[in-house]
């Protein structure tokens, strides 16, 4: 079945970079994503990646994918409180409008 | 535009008690879908819908019911509240689906709705 696994905390300091990793299950998912959730409110498109690249780079963000190990991570450079929010990685299998989402990872940026 | 609404925030019911949670959108979305969302679990599909007047099941759709009779409107009702069905509860909405377009698979969320069922 389908499945999506995150670590489900990570703490840095403000300055450095974070790296959220997420391994997924289906190898037909054309895009994965990553949507952020901060306090108090719904999830927010972050970023994206088409299945058939191995990295794509949007200012602070950096997502990697690795197709033969179904590894996906999220490099966020220059970390800042603001960052602080719950990111969950999200992959549509079998490449339909439904998504499936990681338990989400808590990112906590101490000043 | 105000996107993705919910109504209400939150709710306090007590088991056995019925309610209902509106959902509504102002992008003319086709596609909108109901959430739960459980500490350590990610969210959960409970319904969804591909338009005006139709609806389907999700992964975790036992104790709820739904009805999209207005295409702006998606509706998840709780008959006989249950204290598993304490969690928070998220609408959302996407695009007309086009295999291939990286807009369309997009889902906007709502703000979330806080139920307790004690």
């Known amino acids: 079945g389908e499945d999506v696994e995150q670590s489900l905390f990570l703490s840095v300091r403000e300055g450095d970079s974070s790296v959220i990793n997420c391994t997924y299950t289906?190898?037909?998912?054309?895009?994965l994503y990553w949507y952020k959730q901060e306090p108090g409110a719904g999830l927010q498109l972050l970023t994206y990646i088409f299945s058939n690249m191995d990295m794509k780079q949007d200012q602070r963000l950096t997502v990697l994918l690795n197709k033969k190990d179904k590894h996906l991570s999220l490099r966020i450079a220059d970390t800042q409180t603001g960052d602080s929010a719950i990111y969950f990685c999200?992959?549509?299998?079998?490449?339909?409008?439904?998504?499936?989402f990681g338990s989400g990872t808590r990112l906590l940026v101490r000043p | 535009n105000a996107g993705v609404t919910q109504t209400p925030k939150f709710r306090v019911l007590k088991t056995g008690q019925s309610m209902t949670l509106l959902c509504a959108q102002d992008m003319n979305h086709e596609y909108m879908y109901w959430y739960r969302q459980d500490p350590g679990m990610g969210l959960r599909l409970i319904h969804y819908s591909v338009g005006e007047g139709t609806t389907a099941k999700g992964e975790v759709p036992d104790g709820y019911n739904v009805s999209r009779l207005k295409k702006q409107n998606f509706l998840l009702g709780l008959e006989s509240a249950a204290p598993s069905q304490t969690s928070v509860y998220f609408c959302?909405?996407?695009?007309?689906?086009?295999?291939?377009?990286?807009?369309?698979?997009?889902?906007?969320f709502g703000p979330g709705t806080r139920l307790t069922v004690t």
């Open positions: 959302a909405s996407s695009p007309p689906f086009i295999v291939g377009t990286p807009s369309s698979y997009e889902q906007y």
């Open positions: 999200a992959e549509s299998p079998d490449s339909s409008y439904k998504l499936i």
């Open positions: 289906d190898s037909s998912s054309t895009y």
